[in-house]
């Protein structure tokens, strides 16, 4: 399989695609901060062990998505290339920074052990707040992928790989989250998008090598016949 390009990068993006939002989706379930206090600082003291667990499937699924992202990318090389191009450049870029956001968190579990979650919350503040850490790694680049992710679906739906629910899905799910509070709305709309993306993942493994080589011709070339080899060519290949 591995030196199969169809075969590999077919599996790869399918298998992504299922596993990415589920892990954010059990990331929020296990999270201590889901059912108390959010900060970090606090609910570390809670369960350390769920803490660290929560922080390393979030980490993971943000790094599979971008990952999963290009497979995505790969169903618009036939129609909406132009938004499937641009909206995974978004996805990709946005969620590999939301990663790296996450190291913060075990200097946030540190100073909520050694100081009040007050101050601990000022220091963290301090920190995230510098002028190269904001442009470096918070704006414009982390909320890129969250606004990314369902234009690329939408591309996805607009090449008729998937139906307009799937957009949908993603969007509430993804985007809704920002008008609610951190906590129990939260996982049921995180839990939403895992449904779309997850469908598109059965789908893309179901579709088989043929359905997804053939998205590499280049539009209007799909039945075109092969090029013919250059004069010689057969026998430069024996002489090899």
Do not use: C
Request: hydrophobic share 50%; charged share 15%.
């Amino acid at each position: 399989m591995l030196n199969d390009h169809v075969t590999f990068r077919r599996l790869a993006a399918g298998t992504l695609l299922i596993a990415a939002p589920l892990f954010q989706a059990v990331a929020v379930i296990v999270d201590p901060g889901t059912w108390g206090d959010d900060r970090e600082a606090v609910s570390y003291g809670y369960n350390p062990a769920l803490a660290q667990t929560e922080s390393a499937l979030y980490h993971w699924s943000w790094m599979l998505m971008a990952v999963a992202a290009i497979g995505l990318v790969h169903l618009t090389r036939q129609r909406a290339t132009r938004l499937g191009h641009v909206a995974g450049a978004m996805t990709v870029i946005g969620y590999l920074n939301l990663s790296a956001l996450l190291m913060s968190d075990p200097v946030e579990w540190w100073l909520g052990r050694h100081y009040p979650p007050e101050q601990a919350q000022k220091i963290l503040d301090e920190m995230l707040d510098l002028p190269g850490v904001i442009i470096g790694f918070q704006l414009p680049w982390a909320p890129l992928g969250l606004i990314g992710l369902p234009l690329l679906t939408v591309a996805v739906w607009r090449s008729g790989f998937s139906g307009w629910w799937v957009p949908v899905t993603v969007a509430v799910g993804y985007l809704g989250a920002f008008a609610v509070d951190y906590g129990p709305a939260t996982v049921v709309l995180w839990i939403i998008p895992v449904a779309g993306l997850g469908r598109l993942g059965v789908k893309v493994l179901r579709m088989g090598d043929d359905a997804w080589a053939a998205l590499y011709a280049r539009r209007g070339t799909e039945n075109a016949p092969p090029p013919l080899s250059a004069p010689g060519s057969e026998d430069l290949r024996h002489a090899r």
